[in-house]
């Protein structure tokens, strides 16, 4: 079965699922990826394009997103995983309070379906993050916000731990250390921080929380700021070339004139980031959620398609 494409024109293949003998869809292909991504549709679950012949997903390697098949064996690719299967529970819930339908995550699962394969911190946290919501409580809310980030750390740090030590990498961060180039500020709290035009070139700040800095003009290029929180931070005029930003959080950040040229975007929260006069050139936007709250399609490079 398939469907037209937007100008009508060559038509997409469109597919449904089945699992303990239940069929969902249609899904087109590009949604059925999604939701392999997000663990919604397992490898073990059947496909079909007609519904009259099944086979397993895993031997359509084509509906299986490549940070899936890396995650077997990878151990960051599987805290890349990770973050993205968080971020897009958010956005879930950002879309189902707006009246968005959720497919198979969405309005079915209402009727008692739970997403497989999850580990059990991220089920600890979804659920969390629903109670304080529904208690309604601003002062709840905050302490769900901060049990919920703790509860992704240690996610986070539980994958850092099974991956060891990074080559290279000889000691522990120093926190307190005063900036430099190369310094290691991976996991440091630094909200607020006021660095502009700091040299924080090749500088790890892997997963640091960086929320609300002031690094206008910073020197970054080279830098490596996967999962980093940079939400609200001022970036205005940085040099974020060739900066390594997997999975960053960079909601309503300033990024006005800085220079990504050649970064990897990959996953990255960019929802209400100000982009204007930023260089984009050789950017790898794949997956990231644009500034309108978009999910960037796989291959964007240098703007979200």
Sequence with gaps: MSEPDDNGRSPRPLWYTRRDGRVRGPFPESLLRRYVLLGRVGEADEV?????????????PELIPELVTAARDDEEARARLMAARLREDER?????????????????????????????????????????????????????????????????????ALRGPTPGRPGAPDCSAPPRPGIDWSYCTLEGLRLAGADLRRAN???????????????LAGADLSYAGLGTADLARADLAHARLVGTGLGGADLRGAD?????????????????GARLAGANLDQAIWTDGRVCAEGSVGGCR
């Design 205 to 219: 700040l892997r997963s640091a929380d960086l929320r609300g800095a002031d690094l206008s003009g910073a020197r």
């Design 48 to 60: 079909s394009r007609d519904r009259q012949s099944w086979a397993p997903l895993e031997s359509h």
């Design 260 to 276: 990504l040229a050649g970064s990897n975007l990959s996953y990255a929260n960019l929802r209400g980031a100000r982009l204007a």
């Design 92 to 160: 879930d819930v950002s879309d189902r309070r707006a009246g968005g339908a959720a497919g198979p995550g969405g309005a079915e699962r209402r009727g008692g379906e739970r997403r497989g394969r999850e580990p059990d911190w991220m089920l600890r946290y979804r659920r969390l993050r629903a109670r304080t919501r529904a208690e309604g409580s601003p002062q709840r809310a905050r302490w769900g916000v901060v049990l919920g980030i703790l509860v992704l750390v240690g996610g986070l740090l539980w994958y850092a």
